[in-house]
């Protein structure tokens, strides 16, 4: 049986990854938007999440248009894969 | 709901978003006039479609991170639902393979101009029809997981 990662299991993270998982790469204006998160929140979330080498965390351009960007790592995916299938597990689905 | 289908819930969410699959009105025309361009050089000198071919890609690749930066999301066709992934595939088949398929037409019979308006047509038309669909897969996808807005 997998074990719960106590990393992704905190809800903001888990829906992070989630999202991330589903796609390659998103903003962290994005993310902040839909998550319904505010900027310190998502940055002390996404700290955690690539402190963990389960995202990494890139910035393009310079200046007021620079954007900094989120993407899954292989690791991450891994890792999000297994905990979700242990908290099926958990819940017997 | 059970944690993991809330987490795939939130996965469609993202991949269903109105922002995230928005396309500027030009991309579609741009993309024809760029395969069409193409087309209509094929005629001597032929070395010229190594230069048009470089410009057919940079447009691309600079529209592709334009459309990115506006979306603030770019897909990975791996995690795409079945629906969505066809009519993403059909919004860059249809217009790369008619444009190859009028090259090959250009060279035997030399027709390139008509060639390459009636690509501008299919590959303008095609992306749209993809890019239409697509979102109508989406909202449909929406309305079954009981998502709204």
Known sequence: ?93 | MAPGDEADRAQLAIQTDEQAMATPWWFAPGFGLSLGALVALVRDPYWLLIPAAGGFIAFVVIALQVVTRRRGVLHRLEAMPRPLLFWSWFGSLVPIGSAALAMLVALATGQNLVLAVLVVVVATGGFAIGDHRYRVVARRLRAEAGMTG
Do not use: N
């Not at chain 1, 390659?24 to 955690?48: G, I, N, P, T």
């Open chain 1, 1 to 93: 049986m997998t074990q719960i990662d106590p990393i992704i299991h905190p809800p903001k993270r888990l829906r992070i990854m989630a999202a991330l998982c589903a796609i390659e790469q998103v903003s962290f204006a994005y993310l902040r938007d839909r998550m319904d998160l505010r900027d310190a929140d998502l940055s002390k979330q996404a700290k955690a999440l690539a402190e963990a080498g389960y995202i990494a965390v890139t910035k393009q351009g310079r200046g007021p248009g620079a954007q900094t960007w989120f993407a899954a790592t292989d690791d991450g995916r891994q890792a999000y894969a297994a905990h979700i299938e242990a908290l099926r597990d958990v819940i017997g689905t």
